[in-house]
């Protein structure tokens, strides 16, 4: 199946030893001439699309993308491109590498401690992959050795704007953990760390500094680093690679950093910590074209309030924090006791084209009785981003009946039309209480007509993988996702869980794919 062409439906649903996975179509009726077909859950070891969408193999895990022998990173997952020359047939793209796996990747003997050549490969794995991608005779292609490809990862040395030295520092040793992000009007991406504390462990600031070492990917042991330099949103000009972790917005772990152009050309940036109880923020620049210095908020969802993250002029911080510096490092304890209300983890974030609603991913809260996630809505007061108040409700919950659980990627086309993913964890595929929904998949949610507001799904993921990044081209035609971790929680790489997507014995390789076809086309009239 890696032949680099498009692969249709009949082709792609058989899968590892001969078996061909049974693909129940159904159809809803629509707004549009003929019916959308959409497909079950499914918990075979393929992409599985509805009748009117293929795929095309993009680029896969360890792939060269130059001849200084860059290559493509692991665990792909938020997806970005500008165009160069503005034509938006030839972009650059940025892709986001999130993790690493610890088992069957390893170099060294099966259940050793990880050796330095482990760590090192690691480190080079992560960050992310800025490759220009172009469409001809109708098929987009990675442009293998263009100028433009490059990685960024661990050993990038990068600046920290801040107001004073972090740790005695002003710049970070590299970025991993990087899950979704954004895009300026200036044509910079904007790339989010997440799990930063699972490679350099986290720090508590409260009286002496205390470094708190948790589960870790074992780079420690080579590599110690300093947990205050990691967990910002950093951005990026894909055209020279230069690259820069903004403080203004705040330490958590950023999932999301999506960026709306205020009426007075300032960009606000809104960004949710994805963990449990955690919160949603707000960022609003003080300039034009700039990220460097501006307002952070987070949101009180009760009382539909955003609340002010300032020192000097909220009184449930002032006194608490040593400076506006230090309040930005420990962001969690400023949310919390501005009084910010705790939420399901708070992932991808969408603003609706048409209505200019903000839809927030809350994954799950499985403490809280709230296994299946929802997906949050904002309405700013006077459909204005800069507003400070705004009325928060659910627009869907997850659960049997509506047919997905844990959402996660979000990203309107150009109809108008709600598509996302989900994030079932991998050990939690297929069992109780998600034995219903098979492996994560891709869905969609017509806004308009006697379908809206009912869940389509479109596609599966292969085996203990999920669909991340989900970006529509500009003619909305093509839609880029990555195929995230395949495989994962494999044994050993004797017991592999996948083989997506070379079949046979082969390793599973994270890769990016792209769907097209007449079900996509129809929304483009």
């Not at 360890?62 to 165009?83: A, L, Q, T, W």
């Not at 152009?261 to 809104?270: H, I, L, S």
């Not at 034009?288 to 539909?304: M, Q, R």
């Not at 292969?462 to 495989?487: K, M, N, Y």
Request: proline letters at 5%.
């Amino acid at each position: 199946m890696n032949t680099g062409r498009a692969c249709s439906r009949r082709e792609f649903i058989h899968f590892i030893g001969g078996i061909t996975a049974t693909v129940f179509t159904h159809t809803v009726a629509g707004k549009n001439k003929t019916d959308i077909p959409f497909i079950q859950a499914s918990s075979e070891d393929a992409v599985i699309l509805a009748d009117g969408l293929d795929y095309q193999l993009l680029v896969s895990w360890g792939e060269p993308i130059n001849s200084g022998g860059d290559k493509f990173g692991f665990n792909n997952d938020y997806i970005d491109y500008v165009r160069i020359d503005n034509n938006p047939d030839d972009c650059l793209f940025w892709i986001n590498h999130e993790s690493v796996s610890q088992g069957y990747f390893l170099t060294s003997s099966e259940g050793a401690l990880k050796s330095r050549e482990d760590v090192e490969l690691e480190r080079r794995e992560v960050g992310g992959s800025i490759v220009r991608i172009s469409k001809s005779n109708g098929q987009w292609k990675v442009n293998r050795d263009d100028k433009y490809n490059r990685r960024i990862d661990a050993n990038t040395r990068i600046p920290i704007i801040a107001d004073a030295p972090i740790h005695g520092e002003t710049e970070a040793l590299g970025t991993f953990a990087n899950c979704a992000g954004g895009r300026t009007p200036w044509n910079t991406i904007l790339s989010c760390e997440e799990n930063y504390h699972y490679y350099t462990g986290e720090v508590s600031l409260k009286g002496k500094r205390t470094l708190i070492r948790e589960p870790s990917v074992g780079w420690d042991r080579f590599y110690p680093m300093v947990p205050e330099h990691y967990g910002w949103v950093i951005e990026i000009d894909p055209f020279s690679g230069q690259a820069k972790k903004h403080t203004s917005m705040g330490r958590f772990a950023h999932e999301s950093a999506t960026v709306i152009v205020a009426k007075d050309e300032r960009c606000v940036v809104y960004s949710g910590d994805d963990k449990t109880n955690q919160f949603l923020y707000k960022f609003i620049a003080d300039e034009p074209g700039s990220l460097e210095k501006g307002a952070l908020y987070v949101a009180d969802t009760l009382n539909g309030s955003w609340l002010l993250l300032d020192v000097k002029t909220n009184p449930k911080l002032e006194g608490y924090f040593r400076s506006q510096l230090d309040m930005l490092i420990r962001t969690r304890e400023a949310g919390a006791l501005a009084g910010a209300t705790p939420l399901d983890r708070p992932e991808d974030i969408e603003r609706d084209p048409e209505t200019g609603s903000i839809f927030v991913t809350l994954t799950k809260n499985k403490g809280a009785n709230r296994p299946y996630g929802s997906i949050l809505k904002i309405e700013e007061t006077n459909n204005d981003p800069l507003s400070l108040t705004f009325q928060a409700s659910t627009f869907i919950n997850g659960g049997e009946s509506t047919g997905f659980a844990c959402p996660d990627n979000l990203a309107f086309d150009v109809a108008g039309n709600l598509w996302f993913t989900s994030d079932i964890s991998g050990e939690q595929l297929n069992y109780p209480p998600y034995s219903k929904f098979g492996n994560n998949g891709l869905f969609m949610i017509p806004m308009n007509g006697q379908q809206s507001g009912q869940v389509l799904q479109l596609g599966s993921a292969p085996v203990h993988a999920e669909f991340t990044g989900i970006r529509f081209s500009e003619d909305g035609r093509s839609l880029f996702i990555s195929v995230q971790h395949p495989g994962e929680n494999s044994a050993d790489k004797n017991n592999l869980l996948s083989h997506w997507p070379d079949g046979g014995n082969s390793m599973p390789k994270p890769s990016v794919i792209v769907i097209e076809g007449d079900l996509i086309n129809r929304f483009c009239v």
